[in-house]
């Protein structure tokens, strides 16, 4: 059983660079999220989608973007990276009221 | 207020003791209640969804209160295993349920 998947799982870029995280479930959930994890800080929420086509900002949104354009697949796009993202990245799917399922997550760095 | 506050702790126990967690929430209205578990550098798990009478698994017993809008969680006879961080989330209600994380709880068991 895959659950969630996050694609990739380490990643180096160079301030400016820009790259996109890839999460796909395959439960059917209508909700998947976004969250960003920095020692201290516990989870926080960086954009949500509560369907297929429909996305929204979370706690920490500016310097991301997000698409969702396929049900399965919630996308986390950085344009134009800084240090300050650099960061751990969860994703994770849940149904409308129930547990929240998460990826292994994504260790990003930006020098 | 944060939404959702936990004791950061670290909770130093020895093995075999019994050890309790609470979490405070500030939404009265909200409706979903769980327990994770994260181990250093890993994705959070679940560990229990908490029950409005109260639900046990093995060693680990989870309590709503709403009146005082908390959640509790018990560990009896403690092992080196549970060492870990436990979040405590918050789904709420009006058409939202965005999980809301607390900060977590450090648990060190030591021989």
């Known amino acids: 059983n895959a659950g969630v998947t996050q694609t990739p799982k380490f990643r180096v870029l160079k301030t400016g660079q820009s790259m996109t995280l890839l999460c796909a479930q395959d439960m059917n959930h209508e909700y998947m999220y976004w969250y960003r994890q920095d020692p201290g800080m516990g989870l926080r929420l960086i954009h949500y989608s509560v369907g297929e086509g429909t996305t929204a900002k979370g706690e920490v949104p500016d310097g991301y973007n997000v698409s969702r354009l396929k049900k399965q697949n919630f996308l986390l796009g950085l344009e134009s990276a800084a240090p300050s993202q650099t960061s751990v990245y969860f994703c994770?799917?849940?149904?409308?009221?129930?547990?929240?399922?998460f990826g292994e997550g994504s260790r990003l760095t930006v020098l | 207020r944060k939404e959702v506050e936990q004791d950061p702790g670290p909770f130093n126990v020895p093995e075999g003791a019994t050890v309790a967690f609470n979490c405070t929430y500030s939404n009265s209205a909200s409706q979903s209640f769980f327990w994770y578990r994260q181990d250093c550098r890993k994705e959070p798990k679940l560990l229990m969804s908490v029950y409005s009478s109260g639900n046990e698994d093995g060693r680990f017993t989870a309590q709503l209160n709403r009146a005082s809008q908390y959640i509790s969680l018990l560990i009896r006879d403690s092992k080196l295993s549970d060492s870990a961080t436990y979040l405590c989330?918050?789904?709420?209600?009006?058409?939202?349920?965005?999980?809301?994380f607390g900060r977590g709880t450090s648990l060190i068991v030591h021989p």
């Open positions: 989330v918050v789904k709420g209600s009006g058409g939202s349920y965005i999980p809301t």
């Open positions: 994770a799917s849940s149904r409308f009221t129930g547990e929240l399922f």
